[in-house]
């Protein structure tokens, strides 16, 4: 992380509520991508993919490093997540990929696609699978 980097001392507990939380958002996020293609919201899918997918690396940076970030910039996570554990390169990319749709998931006017949403819940799935794997 660069020396500017904001992170939080956050220890096993606390990875597994994070765990918990990443979980319920991937199991939404599946249901809602599994609906009627008239129904389904490729935003929506992709918006609770990446919420997964942070609580993921927060889990599994607090599981094997006892801290998270916390800065502003979701992006400085990624490198924190690469010290976490054997896997944490492939955690990191995950969460690099998730970020790069972050902002139009959750704020943007501009409509997430189908093959982005279902790219955002494959890395969501590597990263709540990392972290659990992490943890046991």
Do not use: W
Request: proline share 1%; with cysteine.
């Amino acid at each position: 992380m660069t020396p500017s980097a904001r992170t939080q001392d956050c220890n096993r507990a606390q990875a597994t509520v994070r765990l918990s939380q990443a979980r319920a958002f991937l199991d939404v996020a599946e249901l809602v991508s599994g609906e009627d293609d008239e129904l389904a919201n490729d935003n929506v899918v992709a918006a609770l993919a990446v919420l997964a997918g942070i609580a993921a690396a927060d889990a599994a940076c607090c599981g094997t490093l006892g801290r998270r970030s916390r800065g502003q910039d979701h992006r400085q996570a990624i490198q924190l997540v690469s010290q976490a554990g054997p896997d944490g390169k492939t955690l990191s990319r995950a969460l690099g990929r998730m970020l790069d749709i972050k902002d139009n998931a959750h704020y943007g006017m501009i409509y997430v696609g189908a093959l982005q949403a279902k790219a955002a819940l494959r890395n969501a799935r590597t990263l709540v699978d990392g972290a659990a794997r992490l943890l046991m």
